[in-house]
Structure formats: structure tokens, C-alpha cells
């Protein structure tokens, strides 16, 4: 099983549509990451939490909403999808890193979603 | 390179041959970089980073430079194997006292490996 599972794994939708993305990991990391990629972009940070009552905003935050479920769980509302929101979302883990370490993460497989 | 356009930057590289990805930063402040490599279907993974104060580090057939005189990082890739064919991103983590760190990541370069 992978330490990181997101579904769907793809979605198509339209217009106006609410939508959630939801994310679990058995990693027992604290922090929670989702990213967004599109072609030639990167990776993008939507909205991250540090713990389950800890919930921050990304560098593109607007038209997304999260939820901390519990440690385990994180997920990501649209709530009125729009077109240009059509991406590659990736859920990712983190611990608090080796003292004097780099915060690396841990991805998802991926969620692709289309916005009709 | 890095490319902010809607193209990755493709490498071509024969089988055995070593790779070079190139990677440029823009923080002065970043303490750490880190290299992703994210195959075909799947999310980025992690294959080595580099702390600011060193200007290399080797792992299982990668090696890292850091220039930090220029803010040029680049992945050296040894006998390049068909399974390193992926898009390889670089990303530089900034760490911040109170409030964790952030990471940015370039845009990408996309290595093919010919037979």
C-alpha cells in the first residue's frame, strides 16, 4: 500500500461544481501539503497544516478550501470548479525533519482533475 | 534548465552516458536544496539534497553541485539507465524561525534516455 494514497485519481467535471480531493497517509507525519502542477510550472503550493488544528494558506489558496481531518487526513475542496482549475493536484507528507535536515515530502500518486 | 514557459526543457541522453539537469535559483536565503525525480503516472520523489554551506554532495550514481556565486545547482546523473527516464525538478527551501520553512520548486527538465 502506498504511504500516501489520494482519490480520486482522476475526476472530470463541470463547471460549478463542488469537488473534493481527499488525501490519507500511514507515514504518521504531522505536516500535510497539497500542490498543484501544471505544464511547465512546477509544483505549487495551495495549502499546507502543521498539525490538526493548524491550517495555512499557499501561494494559490484562492477558489480551495482544506480540511485537517485528523492527522491521517487532509483534503481539498473546490467549491465551484471552474475550468482553469484543471491541474494535477498532489497531496505530500512531511515530519519535522533531521535536526539541521531538509523538509523533504512525500507525494501522492496524483489527482487529475478536468474542468468541463 | 528551468523554464517557465508551457514547455519542459527535454535532455536527450544515450544509455551510459552521464546526465547533466541544470537548475537555477532565485533566494539567496534558501538553506537547503532538494532534487525530485517524478516518473510517468506518478508523484515526484525524493533523490538527494544539499545544504547551502556545501557545494557537493554525491549519493548512489548522483552527485550534486551547488554554486552558490551564481545560484546554479546542478544533478549529475552516472551511466544514464533507461529507468532514470523522468522529469526531474529542483526545489530551494527557505526555513523560517516560528513558521516552518516553505519550498519552491523549479519547473522542471524532462530526461529521455535513448537505448
Known amino acids: 500500500d502506498a504511504d500516501v494514497t489520494q482519490t480520486p485519481r482522476n475526476r472530470i467535471t463541470k463547471t460549478g461544481k463542488r469537488i473534493m480531493l481527499e488525501c490519507s497517509q500511514t507515514?504518521?507525519?504531522?505536516?500535510m501539503y497539497w500542490y498543484r502542477q501544471d505544464p511547465g510550472l512546477g509544483l505549487r503550493l495551495i495549502y499546507y497544516?502543521?498539525?490538526?488544528?493548524?491550517?495555512n494558506k499557499g501561494e494559490i489558496s484562492d477558489g480551495y478550501s482544506v480540511s485537517r481531518q485528523a492527522q491521517a487526513k487532509f483534503s481539498l475542496s473546490l467549491e465551484s470548479a471552474i475550468p482553469n482549475q484543471t491541474a494535477l493536484y498532489f497531496c505530500?507528507?512531511?515530519?519535522?525533519?533531521?535536526?539541521?535536515?531538509?523538509?523533504?515530502?512525500?507525494f501522492g500518486a496524483g489527482s487529475r482533475l478536468t474542468v468541463l | 534548465g528551468e523554464s517557465v514557459g508551457l514547455h519542459l526543457p527535454t535532455l536527450s541522453v544515450q544509455e551510459g552516458d552521464n546526465s547533466i539537469i541544470n537548475c537555477a535559483y532565485s533566494?539567496?536565503?534558501?538553506?537547503?536544496f532538494i532534487w525530485y525525480k517524478q516518473e510517468s503516472g506518478k508523484g515526484p520523489q525524493f533523490i538527494i539534497d544539499?545544504?547551502?554551506?556545501?557545494d557537493k554532495r554525491q549519493g548512489q550514481r548522483v552527485t550534486v553541485l551547488l554554486n552558490k556565486t551564481v545560484k546554479h545547482l546542478s544533478l549529475q546523473i552516472a551511466a544514464t539507465q533507461p529507468g532514470d527516464s523522468a522529469v526531474y525538478f529542483c526545489?530551494?527551501?527557505?526555513?523560517?524561525?516560528?513558521?516552518?520553512?516553505?519550498?519552491?520548486f523549479g519547473g522542471g527538465t524532462r530526461v529521455l534516455v535513448k537505448p
Open positions: 505530500a507528507t512531511s515530519d519535522l525533519g533531521r535536526p539541521g535536515g531538509a523538509n523533504v515530502l512525500t
Open positions: 507515514k504518521g507525519h504531522d505536516r
Open positions: 497544516s502543521f498539525d490538526v488544528k493548524d491550517i
Open positions: 533566494n539567496s536565503a534558501s538553506d537547503y
Open positions: 544539499i545544504r547551502s554551506n556545501m
Open positions: 526545489a530551494e527551501n527557505v526555513s523560517f524561525k516560528a513558521a516552518g520553512n516553505k519550498l519552491t
